[in-house]
């Protein structure tokens, strides 16, 4: 079945540690995003992509990094500089081409500090 | 992207249906309206979305006021797994334009 695929379901993060977060899409789509849900409120956006090799940062970026070496791949990494990093983390893909394509996600990871 | 007003929380009796309201009243003319529900603990799945003419898929009805100024998502027979928060967001189309996701709806289908 054609989906997205976010691992782990849970993280556990040290203080002062990276982490690296999975998403891979069989979906053919050309643009993929994270999020942050933090609880009781809505998605933030971290950073997007629309093209392999080429990622935008979006509203709270700061503390993250990505990269998009294949279209299937969008892992992102939590990096020490992020000094609160316990949230609910959502991956998603669109089609890019047609642009009122809605965007699908995946089943998150959540993450929390040791 | 215009701002949406949403109920923080409805009940609904399991088989009736259940009428999700949504405030845009800023909405332009290219801005296109999407519905979304996320279970706890789950990712968001879409469920619907259209820009002037009213909208049917399997899951749902979506239905947009002539001035587009407000929606409402109907689920028409609601069932206990339909519990969800609901979200509704008003976009413009543009490639890798991304979705603002607010607080949303919480439905409560009650048996």
């Known amino acids: 079945d054609g989906g997205i695929t976010q691992s782990p379901k849970y993280l556990f993060r040290k203080e002062g540690q990276n982490v690296t977060l999975s998403c891979e899409q069989n979906l053919n789509h050309d643009a993929m995003y994270w999020y942050r849900q933090d609880p009781g409120q809505g998605l933030r956006l971290i950073y997007y992509?629309?093209?392999?090799?080429?990622?935008q940062k979006g509203d709270i970026a700061e503390g993250y990094s990505v990269s998009r070496e294949k279209k299937e791949s969008f892992p992102l990494t939590v990096t020490s500089a992020q000094k609160n990093p316990t949230a609910f983390y959502l991956c998603?893909?669109?089609?890019?081409?047609?642009?009122?394509?809605?965007?699908?996600f995946g089943d998150g990871t959540r993450l929390s500090i040791l | 992207d215009a701002k949406t007003t949403q109920p923080t929380s409805m009940d609904c009796a399991e088989g009736r249906a259940a009428n999700l309201p949504c405030n845009h009243s800023t909405i332009s003319g290219n801005e296109y309206v999407y519905w979304y529900r996320q279970i706890h603990s789950q990712g968001p799945q879409y469920i619907i979305h259209g820009l002037k003419n009213n909208e049917t898929n399997e899951m749902a009805s979506l239905i947009i006021t002539e001035d587009r100024k407000s929606s409402t998502l109907i689920l028409p027979h609601a069932t206990l797994r339909d519990t969800a928060v609901y979200y509704c967001i008003v976009r413009v189309a543009v490639p890798g334009n991304q979705f603002y996701f607010g607080t949303g709806t919480s439905l409560t289908v009650i048996p």
């Open positions: 998603a893909s669109s089609i890019v081409v047609g642009g009122d394509q809605p965007q699908h």
């Open positions: 992509s629309q093209i392999v090799n080429d990622f």
